[in-house]
């Protein structure tokens, strides 16, 4: 599913050396990459502590090569759930440069070109959507979070340009409803806020419709550099105190939705 209720917007033209300055940051993206890579592997079998705060690092390296600054507001959950809005591919950097969280999404996103390579190594749970497989992935859920995985969601459904929060598709919140997980899961709702630097259109940052990667992958490597993101996490919500899963998607719409305007971003109005 994609989003294309908004128009594309039109990309100041780089600079004579910004293409040069780009392959600069995919180097030193590479060599962080390949350093990091190296402990992380040596790592394995020593717990999951280490490795986690080894990937958090690296996403934050990534976005400091790419020249975007980082600043949250509220605290992450140690463990649990959190929902947030879904931007674009960035969105991977972001989330887990900002808390230890692993991301749950569809299986056919393993197979998408470099997305796919970026989420398999951030320990991303792949789950197919098949009602024979849903017992066991909530099991699988379930054992995460008893572990102490912090699980992120992006229940839109899609990417979008950034400036509006899509309703959220409350089948994905039934998981957090069912007899697994209730009594122990908390779903904390996060807003993902793109500030583009001055001289960039507001959707910057957005990735939606038929959007190329590969392009919108070099638009950031030559134009982000001063812009900032703003992650927000609000109060979470005890699974156990809601009545049904449509209220919980409601209250976390509302939540992530109301991060954008407490952010500065200036949400278009509907219609």
């Not at 209720?5 to 990459?33: C, F, H, K, Q, S």
């Not at 080894?54 to 390296?61: D, E, H, N, S």
């Not at 089948?171 to 583009?196: G, H, I, K, N, W």
């Not at 209250?251 to 407490?262: K, N």
Request: glycine share 8%.
């Amino acid at each position: 599913m994609t989003w294309d209720d908004a128009p594309e917007p039109e990309m100041p033209r780089p600079g004579l050396v910004a293409p040069l300055i780009a392959v600069v940051r995919i180097v030193l993206i590479v060599l962080v990459t390949i350093v990091l890579t190296i402990p992380y592997l040596l790592l394995k079998g020593f717990g999951v502590g280490a490795r986690e705060r080894l990937v958090g690092i690296w996403a934050r390296a990534v976005l400091t090569c790419l020249g975007v600054r980082l600043t949250t507001v509220g605290t992450p959950r140690a463990a649990g759930a959190v929902v947030a809005n879904h931007v674009s591919w960035m969105d991977i950097l972001t989330m887990r440069a900002a808390a230890p969280v692993t991301f749950v999404s569809k299986a056919e996103v393993r197979g998408w070109p470099a997305i796919g390579m970026l989420a398999a190594m951030v320990g991303t749970m792949f789950i197919e959507r098949k009602a024979t497989e849903a017992k066991r992935q909530q099991i699988e859920m379930k054992r995460r979070v008893d572990d102490g995985a912090l699980l992120c969601f992006f229940p839109e459904g899609t990417s979008t340009d950034g400036r509006r929060v899509l309703p959220f598709k409350s089948s994905l919140f039934a998981v957090f409803m069912s007899e697994d997980l209730r009594e122990t899961v908390e779903v904390q709702p996060v807003t993902l806020a793109y500030l583009p630097r001055q001289g960039l259109p507001e959707a910057f940052f957005g990735w939606w419709g038929d959007m190329g990667l590969l392009s919108s992958m070099w638009q950031v490597l030559t134009l982000a550099a001063g812009s900032r993101v703003e992650v927000r996490f609000a109060e979470p919500i005890p699974a156990r105190d809601v009545d049904h899963r449509k209220t919980l998607a409601q209250r976390s719409f509302v939540a992530v939705a109301g991060g954008l305007v407490d952010a500065g971003i200036r949400v278009p109005e509907a219609g």
